[in-house]
């Protein structure tokens, strides 16, 4: 278990560049990568840890107010943030337990992953 201080930032859509190209928004990148610094201290802590299982992932997300943003974006920026540090694909990922609750003073989001024992 591990926690992401901070406002959660839900993942945005991928925005038009130049030239046709596209690009995921910033604040999104950054996001994803705060939680894979955090998601990688929770991983160096516990030695045994092993990518290649499935996984079930419970999120307790604490907004600000309730002018919060979407659960389903928010999950997509958490399981991004964790490729590649938690396990290889967040396809491994087989269930998924999201709750929200609010607190003005400490947003932040409280991450539990749990083995499934498949390989």
Not at 80 to 104: E, F, L, P, T, W
Not at 112 to 117: E, S, T
């Amino acid at each position: 278990m591990f926690e992401v201080p901070g406002p959660p930032v839900p993942k945005a859509r991928p925005r038009a560049g130049r030239w046709g190209r596209f690009y995921t928004p910033q604040k999104t990148v950054a996001y994803e990568r705060h939680v894979g610094s955090c998601a990688l201290a929770a991983v160096l802590a516990n030695r045994k840890w092993v990518k290649t299982s499935e996984y079930q992932v419970q999120l307790d997300i604490y907004y600000r107010d309730k002018r919060s943003g979407d659960l389903d974006n928010l999950e997509k920026s958490i399981l991004d943030g964790m490729q590649g540090v938690v396990y290889d694909n967040d396809k491994q990922v087989a269930a998924s337990i999201k709750r929200r609750h609010y607190d003005k003073e400490h947003p932040r989001v409280c991450v539990k992953v749990l083995d499934m024992g498949k390989e």
